[in-house]
């Protein structure tokens, strides 16, 4: 399976609407999907503009009634191990890893506004008609329980998408042709919003600065477990490297057997910096994210 190759350019288009009479796109496009298109409508969906003859753009429709945040048209990371990166690797490759960016970050849009729509690719109607090809989109947006939290779409057809393929039906029914569109809203699901890309790659490169590349790897591992989980408090990325510093000290000099004796070092960080008690949402599910970054730092220290 292969993403189509461009020179990837940002354009938004403006006041686009969904065309209630298109036929659905989609190789697996179900009966009932077709009986329901005159009924229902997106709150996303993808469509095609023509370039010439042989290309055509796709660009994600954002078609609700609210200005969204982000649409990041790429994958997004929950953590470095997502990412493929590893702690002890101090190649410039990892590095470049563990900082989650990519050329995809040129296809991160802000502030989409309702009925507008964004590029984020383009086919060859000739050279690319037998390839099976994907898009990952994650869009923060509400769910059917008016819960905030992540959409995260995952595209797969082969030879383009038409000019109208739902994402997601304003019912928050999924299409049938849709390979998954999934909402994330538990802290152990959502990946690190790439607003803080920038903010996290200053702290990473502070880290190195003091510490060396490979306690700097795995200082901001921890703090990416305080960030998302929102340990303390939901305080900016940069404030909370000091306690993943103590952190990660305690837990080479402590040696930790367990979730339990790792959740009882990020308590005590907490209660030295704050007052007793402050973090009482230090999760297990935290502190099991943090006992699995020990051991894997253990176990490259003692290689």
């Known amino acids: 399976m292969t993403n189509t190759k461009y020179i990837f350019e940002q354009k938004r288009i403006n006041d686009l609407q969904w065309a209630y009479g298109a036929k659905l796109a989609g190789i697996t496009t179900l009966a009932n999907d077709e009986k329901g298109r005159v009924r229902k409508s997106p709150l996303f969906y993808l469509t095609t503009v023509s370039i010439n003859s042989y290309e055509d753009d796709i660009y994600f429709v954002n078609n609700t009634d609210q200005t969204l945040h982000f649409v990041a048209p790429f994958r997004l990371y929950r953590n470095i191990a997502e990412a493929r990166a590893k702690l002890g690797d101090i190649s410039v490759e990892n590095i470049n890893k563990v900082k989650l960016y990519s050329d995809d970050m040129d296809c991160l849009y802000t502030k989409v506004l309702p009925n507008q729509g964004v590029r984020i690719g383009s086919y060859h109607i000739m050279y690319d ?165 020990y051991q894997e730092w253990l176990a490259n220290d003692q290689n």
């Open 129 to 293: 008609s037998d390839e099976m090809m994907q898009w990952f989109i994650d869009v923060p947006y509400k769910g059917v329980e008016s819960h905030s939290g992540i959409w995260h779409f995952n595209v797969v057809e082969k030879g383009g998408i038409g000019q109208a393929y739902p994402l997601l039906w304003d019912d928050f029914s999924k299409p049938s042709h849709m390979v998954s569109c999934d909402f994330l809203t538990e802290r152990t699901d959502i990946p690190i919003e790439p607003s803080v890309y920038e903010e996290r790659c200053w702290v990473f490169d502070n880290l190195i600065e003091s510490l060396g590349i490979s306690e700097a790897l795995f200082v901001l591992a921890i703090n990416d477990v305080l960030y998302r989980y929102g340990i303390g408090w939901n305080a900016p990325y940069n404030e909370s490297d000091i306690q993943a510093k103590e952190i990660g000290s305690k837990l080479q000099t402590l040696k930790p057997k367990n979730v339990e004796a790792v959740q009882t070092i990020v308590q005590a960080v907490y209660d030295f910096w704050f007052n007793k008690g402050f973090a009482k949402n230090v999760s297990v599910e935290a502190c099991t994210d943090i006992f699995a970054l």
